[in-house]
């Protein structure tokens, strides 16, 4: 983890634990991802904090804070669901949806999952960005409509890629290697590169044993998921079927 990082993630612990500390009725981040999350859950008590997004599987949320007897409902959370139309026939992106945000001066933070329907998309934003995103008449060149009175539209899913091979052991980078298609060599040097984060940690240690329904990530690859691993064959092999999110 590189010193910019470091000093980020102490950043964010430091405001967590002033806000646990105020033992405010409820109190709100703004968005974190879920390597954020996992960090600062660290440093809570169990049954005194709530992360949401705006659906159950979301991966950017915001982390409320709150006294045993103010658990937040859904409403109670400061974001917004912005849906966004146009043509089928175009063809717009996260990375579209995000950087026209991000082109108006909107920090990241300010800005959770975005996600992409044959002609709509859908971003949960929160502050000022509900304001920007409200005000938006084109996302690149496509023109689109806007309103914030739409709910999240519940048939989102997330496409998978299924991927599967055998393994002498689940080790992360022999289940790196079924997963990238690369060889072991060079699997270890993304893991050497701290380009690898396991259940949205990084992991530094090649012969690590992973199960199913861990998560990791590559810088540059994408994210997975460990779906299965089956009893050993007569070889001694494992069978590991593995997603990739597309």
């Not at 809570?44 to 658990?71: K, N, Q, V």
């Not at 992991?203 to 009893?231: A, C, Q, T, W």
């Amino acid at each position: 983890m590189n010193q910019k990082q470091q000093d980020a993630d102490k950043i964010l612990l430091a405001h967590i634990r002033d806000l646990s500390r105020k033992n405010a009725w409820q109190s709100f981040t703004a968005f974190l991802d879920r390597r954020q999350y996992t960090l600062a859950k660290s440093v809570l008590t169990e049954g005194s904090y709530r992360f949401y997004g705006g659906y159950p599987e979301a991966e950017r949320g915001i982390l409320c804070i709150h006294t045993e007897d103010a658990l937040p409902e859904d409403t109670d959370f400061p974001l917004t669901c912005l849906t966004f139309t146009f043509r089928e026939s175009d063809r717009l992106t996260h990375r579209d949806m995000l950087g026209s945000l991000m082109a108006q001066q909107i920090d990241r933070s300010l800005i959770g999952d975005i996600l992409v329907f044959p002609g709509k998309i859908q971003c949960f934003v929160t502050g000022a960005a509900a304001s920007v995103g409200m005000s938006l008449t084109k996302i690149g060149r496509v023109g689109v409509k806007v309103t914030d009175t739409l709910p999240f539209d519940e048939t989102y899913h997330q496409e998978k890629k299924e991927i599967s091979g055998t393994v002498s052991s689940p080790r992360l980078d022999a289940v790196l290697k079924t997963a990238l298609g690369l060889s072991r060599e060079a699997c270890t040097q993304l893991i050497a590169r701290q380009l690898v984060m396991l259940n949205y940690q990084e992991e530094s240690e090649n012969s690590r044993l992973l199960k199913p329904g861990d998560l990791f990530s590559v810088r540059g690859y994408g994210k997975f998921h460990l779906k299965s691993i089956s009893m050993p064959t007569k070889k001694n092999r494992l069978h590991i079927v593995i997603e990739k999110y597309l």
